[in-house]
């Protein structure tokens, strides 16, 4: 998928709607904007972000796919298979 900033656009179709978030997430996780931004919130804005993010990964990941995916591990050991993230 080739992330377009400009296409960026919410509540006309479930799929753009995806496409618009994937390409947020993708802008999101851009170093420089990720250190320009962390070093401006506050200590409360970045518990209240980081709470409904975790929420939403543990709803829509497992355990695996969260190693996977989020931490980037590709050879995780698991201890417990029903643990949470």
């Known amino acids: 998928m080739k ?4 296409k960026i656009c919410f509540g ?3 799929e753009l709607d995806r496409e618009s978030f994937a390409t947020f997430l993708w802008l999101s996780g851009q ?3 990720a250190q320009t931004l962390s070093s401006r919130i506050s200590c409360e804005e ?3 972000h980081v709470t409904a993010f975790m ?5 829509y990941l497992d355990k695996q796919e969260y ?3 989020f931490l980037q591990e590709e050879d995780h050991h698991y201890t417990t298979p ?3 993230l």
């Open 3 to 6: 992330y377009d900033p400009d």
């Open 82 to 84: 029903d643990s949470s």
């Open 67 to 69: 190693h996977r995916f």
């Open 31 to 33: 170093p420089e904007f």
């Open 46 to 48: 970045i518990d209240t």
């Open 55 to 59: 929420t939403l990964l543990k709803k």
């Open 12 to 14: 006309l179709t479930e």
